[in-house]
């Protein structure tokens, strides 16, 4: 709770995480001396890693503009707009590895594009849960393979076949709800 009111009143999500955590120790009455050593054997650093990388990664991703001027060169080279309305979520939903970011990327970049097609958006949407769900850097993928130490290459072996069909039958029940194809 006090990391969310922090972050709400403008302090930085790292302060507040720190404030959070000596907090705990506080009331729990840990021993100052004993602080520094339970941060160090109780954090799992290799996961932490992999969380760093995935947000520096998706920072880079969304200031670098890159996807935006994919779209625009995709577009003049007369690419059909449904291509682009199954192919951009699923890569920049992989790319990002959340769906959130996905969709602050994917939906401004699109949405103009949909006109009174409310089913194209479900499509977009699909497509960035698709590509998300599917994506190496998914922190609940990682952490949950790291937790119960399975292999990734085992876990995609299940996980990509059912999440092509369900996108694949999400795509042609949208379009069909829509009338057609955009041209």
Known sequence: ?????????????????????????????????????????????????????????????????????????????????IVLFIVTPLLVGSISGTASMGSAIVLPLLLPFCGTGVHLVSVIYAGIIAGYMASPLHLCLILTNSYYKSELGRVYRYLVPSLALLYVVAVVYHLTMNGGLPV
Not at 13 to 40: C, E, Q, S
Not at 51 to 65: C, E, P, Q
């Open 1 to 81: 709770v006090t990391i969310l009111v922090l972050s709400y009143a403008g302090i930085p999500l790292w302060a507040a995480f720190i404030v959070g955590i000596v907090m705990v120790f506080a009331v729990m009455k840990v021993p100052t001396g004993d602080w520094v050593m339970m941060v160090v054997r109780g954090v799992r650093w290799d996961t932490t890693a992999a969380v760093v990388a995935m947000l520096f990664f998706r920072n880079v991703v969304s200031i670098s503009g890159s996807v935006a001027s994919l779209i625009t060169s995709v577009t003049e080279m007369g690419v059909p707009l």
